[in-house]
């Protein structure tokens, strides 16, 4: 299977905290050599949204703007599984959320392929 898998959405109140986990493939993993994976989500009515995103062999991560300080992206090599820790949610969180596969470009940057069906996540005030 080459598409991610996503899972752990749900309903939360806000302030409450909760985790997503994305299981992908050794086959896609080995597919690249600079494997990364991302996190993205769309919320109705609003254009779809970058999260962040991790390098898989080195593990390094970058987030947007909007998720800094809140939202924590890792992943375990072992279980071939990307996470996503959300903690502080606010209602404006709620949204469909995604995991992504693809690589880092040479010259920089993250290239996604494959994506996952999406998990729900609704935070209730």
């Known amino acids: 299977q080459v598409q991610p898998v996503e899972s752990g959405g749900g309903l939360v109140q806000a302030g409450g905290s909760l985790r997503l986990s994305c299981a992908t493939s050794?086959?896609?993993?080995?597919?690249?050599?600079?494997?990364?994976m991302g996190w993205f989500r769309q919320a109705p009515g609003k254009e779809h949204e970058s999260i962040g995103g991790i390098s898989w062999r080195s593990g390094s991560t970058y987030y947007a703007d909007s998720a800094k300080g809140r939202f924590t992206i890792s992943r375990d090599n072992a279980k071939n599984t990307l996470y996503l820790q959300m903690n502080s949610l606010k209602p404006e969180d709620t949204a469909v959320y995604y995991c992504?596969?693809?690589?880092?470009?040479?010259?920089?940057?993250?290239?996604?392929?494959?994506w996952g069906q999406g998990t729900q996540v609704t935070v209730s005030s």
């Open positions: 992504a596969a693809g690589r880092v470009r040479t010259g920089g940057g993250y290239e996604y392929d494959y």
């Open positions: 050794p086959r896609t993993v080995s597919t690249y050599a600079t494997y990364a």
